[in-house]
């Protein structure tokens, strides 16, 4: 029969898996003298505690970051300014307050601010000092090296997210989503080509960057609410007015800033500092908000907020400690919004507005493209390849977000520092990861955080050193015990998730709850794994570790693209399924280092499209260093197969 016909499933019970063994195959049928256990727990579960620095997401706190007033003039005082005092290992301003262009009266037994003499000119009198020359110099020699090579078309992305509003000019990382957010939240912009702007003045924008907010806008207005409101308290001139380091332009003459972004170069250089860059905060709060409502497009947001930064390098209007800053910042601004500003704060029925603008985005993007489920909605906002979506290539998002956080400059610092997670940063996630708890999601961010060491990342509280998108990815280390229960009846992210980072530790993962989770990374984790319920899929050779893994309940479903590789035992208890996709070569097979033991169980052989056994043939199933027991069934699609079971594993002969 050929195989390109259809066929029904072909089972093979316990009963006549042992006679089949006996009759055409190697290794011995007794009963398995001894099942092992499960791997054993460590006992303990990791954890961050936040710093003892005052959390940018207390309300008072985050609303400290105000110029003008005189009770928050200086770094102790100023949240927005404190944020980023690891520049003062780099640059000493020439005063340490917030007055840059203004003064300030005594107010509340704080004295008075005297507008500072700052000109704005690199190196005249009233200049501050460079403090660390490698760092400053390479800073500005990116500048200069970036704006002296950049194509046409960086030439023309840098001038209109200059010359855009920054709401309208992210959106584009919603992909296959951009038409139906821009239709829904009735998105404007006038700024759509560098000829016909090229002589006009900067922020002459005259759509409406957000979209209409409130109730003139039913569907939708609730969303644009929320991400207006994600700017409370986020002015980035506090920090420019106390820092006072000049634009890249004014540092060197070899700066080529974009030509039709000369007339809005501005002509008051004593209130236009460039650390840290308006434009770059700006984008990534507004990539957050989106990626908090629509976490399906969750690393693709984060990629373009910090792609609308670089396109400030490539301006020649920032440099990237400029840019970097307004990342750091804006983070913490974002998660205080989320945690204690309108955002997060409670109405009197109990909602919040981050609530409220997570269920209309999903609900009115859902109808507008015809998703009838959250997952079909994943679907649909990956369905474009890269030539119709810039950020359809996930491993380049990766690639350009982590070169964008530090932009190549070495460290200047110790770099075995362990992470610091600010408190409230997990807020960032919650949308993203929304089936780990609090607690979990600190450690995420703990485990995926940069190195220490880099120029201004190192703040008290952690902020500079939080990498976002490999957070959304997952765990980075199980360094305790970690338990993932997943709802599938939730919808979303809670019915099924792919974590895709390299996992290290010496932890233990236990998968439990209806949903499906992947493990797609190159993982070293030795503390075991352990599936109670639901699936748990392995896309990578590596995919569960170095540790021994026990098959309780759930399924395991083998997806890698060459052998699943376990290095330890291997274990299946009856009531449970391992599913094998198999593919060319050794794809979807079973590698088990150790001994494999069936005691009873399902084994589900599939075939990926294009590697379809012939008939007559044999395959090599799962090898092992001792196997013992058998499956209670044996599932085929589309062939009739006999198994036969070896001292070292199993075989799958292809009857028809």
């Known amino acids: 029969m050929s195989p390109t016909l259809p066929r029904r499933p072909f089972l093979v019970t316990l009963a006549a898996a042992l006679c089949l063994s006996a009759c055409g195959g190697g290794g011995s049928d007794a009963p398995v003298p001894v099942i092992p256990g499960p791997p054993k727990d460590l006992g303990f579960t990791d954890s961050v505690a936040p710093s003892a620095a005052l959390p940018y997401t207390d309300v008072a706190n985050a609303k400290t970051n105000q110029r003008g007033d005189a009770r ?27 007055d840059a262009g203004a003064a300030a ?26 403090l660390h020359t490698a760092v400053h110099t390479a800073n500005i020699q990116y500048v200069i090296a970036a704006t002296s090579q950049r194509t046409s078309a960086q030439e023309l992305a840098a001038y209109l997210d200059d010359r855009r509003n920054k709401g309208y000019s992210i959106i584009d990382g ?8 821009r239709t829904a939240a009735q998105q404007t912009t006038t700024i759509t080509d560098i000829a016909a702007n090229a002589t006009t003045v900067k922020y002459d924008d005259a759509g409406n960057d957000n979209g209409v907010a409130g109730s003139a806008n039913p569907t939708f207005g609730t969303v644009v609410d929320f991400v207006n409101s994600i700017g409370e308290n986020g002015s980035t001139e506090p920090a420019k007015r106390f820092y006072k380091y000049a634009r890249p332009w004014r540092w060197s003459a070899s700066v080529k800033v974009v030509p039709a972004l000369e007339p809005a170069k501005s002509s008051t250089p004593a209130t236009d500092g460039g650390y840290p860059s308006g434009h770059a905060a700006e984008a990534v709060r507004k990539a957050l908000a989106l990626a908090y409502v629509v976490p399906q497009r969750y690393q693709e947001m984060l990629a373009r907020g910090l792609e609308l930064g670089e396109n400030r390098i490539l301006a020649g209007m920032h440099s990237p400690l400029d840019v970097m800053s307004g990342r750091v910042q804006a983070q913490a601004v974002v998660a205080a919004a989320l945690v204690s500003g309108s955002a997060g704060t409670p109405a009197a029925d109990g909602s919040t507005l981050k609530g409220r603008g997570y269920q209309q985005a999903q609900a009115a993007l859902m109808a507008a493209v015809g998703a009838a489920t959250p997952a079909a909605l994943l679907q649909f906002a990956h369905s474009q390849d890269s030539q119709a979506d810039r950020f359809a290539d996930s491993a380049a998002n990766r690639a350009h977000y982590l070169r964008r956080l530090t932009y190549g400059l070495a460290p200047i610092g110790d770099t075995t520092r362990p992470a610091v997670v600010p408190q409230g940063a997990e807020v960032l996630l919650e949308t993203r990861l929304p089936y780990l708890d609090a607690p979990q999601r600190r450690v995420v961010l703990k485990t995926t955080a940069l190195p220490s060491g880099y120029p201004i990342l190192d703040d008290a509280e952690g902020w500079g050193r939080l990498n976002l998108f490999a957070a959304a990815d997952g765990y980075g280390a199980f360094n305790g015990d970690v338990r993932v229960a997943m709802d599938a009846s939730l919808g979303g992210f809670h019915a099924a998730d792919t974590w895709r980072n390299d996992i290290a530790g010496t932890g233990k993962l236990t998968k439990q709850g209806s949903g499906t989770l992947t493990l797609a990374g190159s993982n070293s984790y030795s503390g075991g794994t352990q599936v109670t319920a639901g699936t748990l899929q392995a896309a990578s050779a590596t995919a569960l570790g170095r540790g021994d893994v026990y098959l309780g309940g759930g399924s395991l479903v083998s997806q890698a693209p060459t052998a699943l590789s376990l290095a330890g035992a291997y274990t299946q208890m009856s009531g449970s399924t391992l599913a094998l996709k198999i593919g060319s070569g050794s794809a979807g097979r079973l590698v088990v280092g150790g001994t494999a033991t069936l005691a009873g169980g399902t084994l589900h052989v599939s075939f990926a499209s294009g590697s379809a056994p012939g008939v007559g043939d044999t395959l090599k199933l799962i090898s092992s260093g001792n196997r013992q027991g058998h499956f209670t069934t044996v599932t085929v699609d589309g062939f009739k ?9 199993l075989l799958l002969h292809i009857d028809g």
Do not use: C, E, H, K
Not at 77 to 88: S, W
Not at 105 to 130: K, L, M, R, Y
């Open 72 to 98: 928050y003039a200086t770094l102790d005082t100023n949240a927005g300014v404190r944020v980023l005092g690891g520049f003062l290992s780099v640059w000493q301003p020439s005063t340490l307050l917030v």
């Open 174 to 181: 919603m992909g296959p989503l951009t038409t139906a957010w």
């Open 641 to 649: 197969a006999t198994p036969t079971y070896t001292a070292t594993g």
């Open 105 to 130: 009266p005594a107010v509340d037994g704080f004295p008075a601010v005297a507008a500072s003499p700052w000109s704005g000119i690199p190196g005249d009198a009233t200049d501050g000092t460079v």
